[in-house]
């Protein structure tokens, strides 16, 4: 590993500045948990490395009255998936953080490092396609908003540009009679990446689907809302036979390949059988 300057800012700003004065040959640290083995290995050689720890803004985890919540892009995986908030109003979200690596590993990767890592089996991101979330953006020009949904445009590559960092994610308040639940796939429990990870969440109202959200991973270049099987169950009556026709619809949308962790038609069936589940349990807590 060659050596590199290490820099230290203490905000957002400073952050930016530091960026642009060394660009390409800059590298974000956040938990490190995907930059220093990279670093190790010789697949990165940056002449500046940015230490984000200690930007407060970035660790900020708070209720935004009527609206919400905001995720600073350095809040750890395992504050997530303890976090009393979380765990009660975006369940979906604390089980995902849940399933990030093992509690060593959870102490140190960030929600931000997960999602701009852009890993296509990302456990963090279905989640919070599925609650709707935004990315609050910095770069010189100041910020900006970018829906997840548009956030992710190819393996390992996001929106954010060369002088851009992500700030943090402002995630819509469920709502009540709103459930959600994740579920993935993995040949061992934990220290494993995505086979397949679907996210679901339904919003209720007078006994029907207001709303339903469903996004994938590890089934396309990017993780993606299954929009059709979204739109099946909306205004209607949430029943077995429509959670399964919603889970056949979530396969058509799936884009999967075959490597040596599973085949695409494997993948194809485990998108069926994780959507029917996460689903059946989003529709229970709703109810609850």
Same mark, same amino acid.
């Given at each position: 590993?060659?050596?590199?300057?290490?820099?230290?800012?203490?905000?957002?700003?400073?952050?930016?500045?530091?960026?642009?004065?060394?660009?390409?040959?800059?590298?974000? +640290?956040?938990?490190?948990?995907?930059? /220093?083995?990279? /670093?190790?290995?010789?697949?990165?050689?940056?002449?500046?490395?940015?230490?984000? =720890?200690?930007?407060?803004? /970035?660790?900020?985890?708070?209720?935004?009255?009527?609206?919400?919540?905001?995720?600073?892009?350095?809040?750890?995986?395992?504050?997530?998936?303890?976090?009393?908030?979380?765990? =009660?109003?975006?369940?979906?979200?604390a089980e995902s953080a849940a399933?990030?690596?093992?509690?060593?590993?959870?102490? +140190?990767?960030?929600?931000?490092?997960?999602?701009?890592?852009?890993?296509?089996?990302?456990?963090?991101? !279905? !989640?919070?396609?599925? /609650?709707?979330?935004?990315?609050?953006?910095?770069?010189?020009?100041?910020?900006?908003?970018?829906?997840?949904?548009?956030?992710?445009?190819?393996?390992?590559?996001?929106?954010?540009?060369?002088?851009? +960092?992500?700030?943090?994610?402002?995630?819509?308040?469920?709502?009540?009679?709103?459930?959600?639940?994740?579920?993935?796939?993995?040949?061992?429990?934990?220290?494993?990446?995505?086979?397949?990870?679907?996210?679901?969440?339904?919003? +209720?109202?007078?006994?029907?689907?207001?709303?339903?959200?469903?996004?994938?991973?590890?089934?396309? !270049?990017?993780p993606l809302r299954a929009t059709?099987?979204?739109?099946?169950?909306?205004?209607?009556?949430?029943?077995?036979?429509?959670?399964?026709?919603?889970?056949?619809?979530?396969?058509?949308?799936?884009?999967?390949?075959?490597?040596?962790?599973?085949?695409?038609?494997?993948?194809?069936?485990?998108?069926?059988?994780?959507?029917?589940?996460?689903?059946?349990?989003?529709?229970?807590?709703?109810?609850?």
């Open positions: 590993m060659r050596r590199f300057e290490i820099v230290l800012p203490a905000s957002v700003d400073d952050c930016l500045r530091a960026v642009v004065e060394r660009g390409s040959e800059t590298k974000l +640290l956040a938990g490190g948990t995907d930059l /220093l083995p990279q /670093l190790k290995n010789g697949l990165l050689r940056p002449g500046r490395v940015i230490d984000l =720890s200690g930007v407060a803004r /970035l660790r900020s985890l708070e209720a935004v009255a009527g609206r919400g919540v905001r995720i600073g892009s350095t809040v750890t995986a395992r504050t997530l998936e303890t976090h009393p908030l979380v765990r =009660s109003a975006y369940r979906a979200l399933l990030v690596g093992s509690v060593q590993v959870r102490n +140190l990767a960030t929600v931000g490092g997960n999602l701009c890592n852009a890993a296509p089996s990302a456990d963090m991101a !279905p !989640p919070l396609l599925a /609650l709707d979330a935004e990315a609050v953006i910095a770069g010189p020009a100041g910020e900006r908003r970018v829906p997840l949904a548009s956030f992710f445009t190819g393996v390992r590559r996001t929106v954010l540009g060369q002088d851009e +960092l992500l700030v943090e994610l402002i995630v819509p308040a469920p709502g009540p009679r709103s459930g959600g639940g994740y579920l993935r796939h993995t040949p061992r429990r934990e220290l494993d990446i995505a086979v397949v990870g679907v996210a679901s969440q339904l919003t +209720l109202s007078n006994g029907v689907c207001a709303t339903a959200r469903i996004a994938l991973a590890a089934v396309a !270049p990017v059709a099987a979204e739109q099946a169950l909306a205004g209607q009556p949430v029943t077995p036979e429509r959670i399964a026709q919603a889970a056949d619809l979530a396969v058509e949308a799936a884009r999967p390949i075959s490597d040596q962790r599973g085949s695409a038609d494997f993948r194809r069936h485990l998108v069926r059988v994780l959507t029917r589940r996460t689903l059946t349990t989003a529709l229970a807590r709703a109810q609850a």
